[in-house]
């Protein structure tokens, strides 16, 4: 029994893997190889970090394998002890299997009916590069995939190793307006590759694209084969190809006609449909917040209006959602939420009035705004440059519009300090604009110059797909991204319950995640906005060799912050109060024509 018991010991401890207690560093000369060593490819895409990792335990196989071959070269090993907190398991029976390995387990099993095909993830890299981590986008033209598969996917490790390959592969995404008898039938973006041809069909008939993309319009044409004129195809590719890729994408008609046929895209299904083609089921009715009433109307004692904090927090983000201009609707949607207050007899003001002095003396977040910033002034030259050019310098309609992205300043601040007189070359004011031919260094002439501004809009992730349209409207933000080359700035839209349209700009969106980190947003201003600056022209292609967008300064706020200030103050309008101010806005900036500019209204306010 002595010597049975120290050899059933021994046999234990032979079997403990070497790892649990050392570990193995190798140093080799270059020369050496290990065979089956795999290398793989990991990536961080948040912060565009790429890393190359060798597997150690198969270069530790190989290791082993090969120790015995007189053949090999000199190895270096070094072995370094350290403790592990581990402990040595003298008992060989297979590890307990709990029910969070069972689960890990099932995880990493892949599902072949539900995995993404290499033309899936094309199509999803093409898409991503279009409008990044905008996954509303993304989802209305992946039909067949839901927005939370969608993300997943995108956070895939397996799916950001591809995306460095996908860059090398020739391809080319444009835009399709297809039609039958000038009736739409659908607008789609096309990926064509040397080997497959995906159509991407559009949730919405009125889905933008981008001006990047190169648009083409089809008419269906019931005699042909395809349904289509291939020769159409085949111009407007060998036209708008990238550069890079034209000499593996010229088309012939009979190379695109296979491809087509491979890819088992016909027209003629389109072309015989009755009305548009919708690739998503239809919602149910969508549903109308109702205000939460409380009877707690506000009570008068002679012309001196008395508010509970209830009522103040309530009026506060009344005013923030429609303006400091229209005091009738506030006071109308006040007494809707508290109920009517009754004026009594000898009162002299109207009830409106009273309530906007009450906010504007009491309750006004800005009364205490303190002076101009040298960054506001920037700002103020970036969207004066941009506005002004819009509406035909119609000063009345630049102001308004500037002041609603200036926090804490109305019309007459913005306007009083752009336009004051200049004791210096330095100060960041209008009447500086004039010193072009005087000096050469003159920092309002460089802001104005080289300027550049679009529209973002960000929109919740989760979401409520039962709302109706002015309430969704609502819980958007809308911004303006300002700045130069050096610096940009983040400038929230006031009055969140009017559209603010941006015309004239470009306007991006983003899906804003809570679980994601600031950076993520700031990266994604930073790469939009340099890219922006390439197609207006004000990086050149000298530049564009040494210029990385990482190199612009952010200076705002985290989307965080942002976005909690944001909803700290937000309130939904209710539908019918929304279409009536809005209609009214229309009438004073366009004319009532939604869209479109109406040149009579402009001449007849400038001559005002």
């Not at 970090?49 to 190989?62: H, K, P």
């Not at 981008?210 to 005699?223: F, H, L, R, T, V």
């Not at 003629?268 to 969508?286: D, E, L």
């Not at 700290?568 to 869209?595: A, L, M, S, W, Y």
């Amino acid at each position: 029994m002595d010597t049975g018991e120290p050899a059933a010991k021994s046999a234990k401890l032979e079997s403990i893997s070497l790892e649990d207690i050392v570990k193995l560093e190798v140093v080799h000369d270059g020369n050496t190889e290990f065979r089956n060593v795999k290398e793989e490819i990991l990536t961080e895409d948040d912060n565009n970090i790429v890393g190359i990792i060798s597997q150690f335990d198969e270069a530790r196989d190989a290791l082993e394998e090969d120790l015995d071959d007189p053949g090999i070269p000199d190895i270096d090993v070094k072995v370094k002890i350290e403790e592990s907190n581990q402990k040595i398991r003298t008992d060989m029976s297979p590890p307990r299997m709990t029910a969070k390995t069972k689960i890990k387990e099932e995880e990493e099993e892949i599902d072949i009916k539900t995995a993404f095909t290499d033309q899936e993830d094309l199509a999803l890299h093409a898409l991503d590069l279009i409008s990044p981590y905008d996954i509303n986008f993304i989802s209305s033209h992946l039909s067949k995939r839901m927005e939370k598969t969608i993300e997943r996917r995108l956070d895939d490790n397996e799916f950001r190793k591809k995306s460095f390959l996908f860059q090398k592969i020739p391809s080319f995404l444009f835009g399709l307006t297809f039609t039958n008898n000038k009736v739409l039938k659908f607008r789609s973006l096309v990926l064509i590759s040397e080997q497959h041809i995906s159509n991407l069909i559009c949730a919405t008939k009125t889905c933008s694209h981008g001006p990047d993309i190169a648009e083409m319009s089809i008419e269906y044409d019931g005699k042909a084969k395809l349904g289509v004129d291939v020769n159409a195809f085949v111009d407007f590719i060998n036209d708008n190809a990238p550069a890079r890729f034209k000499s593996a994408l010229t088309m012939t008609a009979d190379r695109l006609e296979k491809l087509f046929v491979d890819s088992k895209f016909s027209f003629h299904r389109y072309g015989t449909s009755i009305g548009h083609v919708h690739t998503k089921t239809k919602k149910p009715r969508a549903q109308q917040p109702q205000l939460q009433k409380k009877e707690s109307p506000m009570t008068l004692s002679g012309d001196l209006l008395n508010l509970s904090a209830e009522h103040e927090k309530t009026l506060i983000k009344i005013v923030s959602a429609i303006g400091k201009t229209r005091w009738n609707l506030a006071l109308t949607l006040m007494h809707e939420i508290f109920g009517k207050t009754k004026p009594e007899s000898f009162v002299t003001k109207k009830l409106e009035t009273i309530l906007r002095e009450y906010y504007l003396m009491e309750v006004d977040p800005d009364r205490f705004k303190g002076p101009f910033t040298e960054d506001e002034d920037k700002c103020l030259i970036f969207l004066y440059k941009h506005f002004n050019q819009f509406f035909n310098g119609n000063l009345n309609l630049v102001w308004k519009a500037i002041a609603r992205h200036m926090a804490g300043r109305s019309q007459t601040d913005c306007r009083d300090r752009l336009l004051r007189k200049s004791s210096s070359k330095d100060e960041l004011t209008l009447d500086n604009l004039d010193l072009e031919d005087i000096h050469d260094d003159v920092p309002s002439l460089f802001y104005y110059n080289e300027c550049h501004v679009f529209a973002l809009t960000v929109i919740p992730k989760n979401e409520q797909q039962d709302l109706d349209i002015p309430t969704k409207l609502q819980q958007e933000s809308r911004f303006l991204v300002a700045g130069t080359l050096e610096e940009i700035f983040i400038l929230p839209c006031k009055e969140t319950a009017l559209r603010c349209a941006h015309h004239g700009f470009t306007t991006m969106n983003f899906t804003y995640n809570p679980a994601k980190p600031d950076s993520q947003f700031e990266t994604y201003l930073k790469l939009t906005f340099s890219n922006q600056l390439k197609r207006v022209g004000l990086i050149d292609e000298e530049l564009a060799k040494t210029f990385n967008f990482s190199q612009i300064n952010y200076r705002g706020k985290g989307i965080h912050e942002l976005i909690d200030t944001i909803e700290k103050n937000r309130f939904v309008v209710p539908r019918d109060h929304f279409v009536t101010v809005n209609q009214q806005e229309d009438e004073k900036i366009t004319g009532g024509k939604r869209g479109f500019c109406n040149e009579r209204y402009y001449k007849i306010s400038s001559e005002k």
